[in-house]
């Protein structure tokens, strides 16, 4: 099923979420709308399918995948919840939240899921169309951003046949996304701390200190659009596409009235702009580091790393 070259991008009403089901319950490969960005879909209990997720994307085999459910009740069969995890589940879920709690041991997920770990990583996201298909499926689905390994996150379907055509089975269609950066990660410990591995939309903010684990796909080079970019950029020179934020215009602007929130969502989309621009080098306007403005400004560092780095 994957592997035939031909991807299949069908509308995401009823029948396209059905026909989605059944790609994925017999093994194959569906990218799928989230809040956030968009998912390559495979059952997360099954060993064939994850491989599949991993041979498409050419992800590293110890970049361990998030499991999504539909909310907390799905969730619980998984991991082990603290009394703290579920007071976040209950105030987030679902939400671009994604907890990374103690996996079970009759879990059943499949071991490259969690890539080895004793932990799993869980989110119920809050888009319909992605609600509607964990209903129909049933089974849990592991999903990483629906792109090849370490390029630009897809935000709308073009996005993802950008990277992926002819490696996947069917592309969902659910428009464009609305927060645009993936979701904020915490690690709810035993003893009830919290402590954020990746800033996302949800301002969890900086509790536990930040010195301690990352989590392991958080690579110095991602979300690389292919060429030079240069940060904190007020203006461009001759050869650089500039990407504008408030009173720094450009080629095209994250939001040319300073709103952080629709930077988040334009983000990906003007990186994927600018990587198909004709000049040679990308320029970027500053960002605050306040709200999801922190998570904008990891995702253009990564973005803006040399691939060996
Ligand atoms: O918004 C999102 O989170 C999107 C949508 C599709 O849900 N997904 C996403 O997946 O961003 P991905 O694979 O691009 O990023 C998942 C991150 C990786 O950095 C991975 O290392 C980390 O989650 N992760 C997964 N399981 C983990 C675990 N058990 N412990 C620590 N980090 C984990
Ligand atoms: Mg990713």
């Not at 069917?170 to 709810?188: K, P, Q, R, Y």
């Not at 203006?235 to 994250?254: C, K, Q, R, S, Y």
């Not at 009235?257 to 930077?263: R, S, T, V, Y």
Request: with cysteine.
């Amino acid at each position: 099923m994957s592997g035939k070259n031909v991807t299949e991008v069908r509308l995401a009403d009823a029948e396209g979420i059905a026909a989605a089901a059944r790609i994925l319950e017999s093994g194959g490969l569906v990218a799928v709308p989230t809040e956030t960005v968009y998912g390559l879909a495979a059952r997360a209990d099954s060993a064939e399918a994850v491989a599949r997720i991993y041979a498409a994307k050419g992800r590293p085999d110890f970049n361990p995948l998030i499991v999504h459910v539909a909310g907390l009740a799905q969730a619980e069969r998984y991991a082990e919840f603290s009394p703290e995890a579920r007071a976040l589940a209950a105030a987030h879920w679902p939400g671009p939240l994604t907890m990374v709690l103690p996996r079970r041991p009759d879990a059943g997920l499949a071991a490259a899921v969690t890539a080895g770990l004793p932990t799993v990583a869980l989110r119920a996201p809050a888009h319909p169309v992605m609600q509607a298909l964990l209903e129909a499926c049933g089974f849990p689905l592991a999903a990483p951003s629906a792109n090849r390994s370490g390029f630009i996150s897809p935000t709308c379907a073009d996005h993802v046949l950008a990277s992926l055509d002819g490696r996947i089975d069917m592309v969902l269609d659910g428009g464009a996304t609305s927060a645009g950066v993936e979701s904020t990660i915490v690690a709810v410990r035993a003893d009830g701390s919290v402590e954020e591995l990746r800033p996302g939309p949800l301002a969890v903010g900086r509790l536990g200190g930040g010195a301690g684990i990352e989590a392991p796909g958080q690579l110095a080079s991602h979300y690389a659009p292919g060429k030079p970019v240069r940060l904190n950029a007020e203006w461009a020179e001759p050869d650089e596409f500039l990407i504008g934020f408030g009173a720094v215009g450009g080629d095209t602007t994250l939001s040319a009235n300073g709103n952080l929130a629709e930077a988040a969502s334009r983000l990906y989309a003007a990186l994927h702009e600018a990587a198909r621009a004709p000049q040679p080098r990308i320029a970027v306007a500053p960002v605050p580091e306040e709200g999801v403005g922190r998570a904008i400004n990891d995702r253009l560092r990564r973005a803006a790393a040399p691939p060996d780095a």
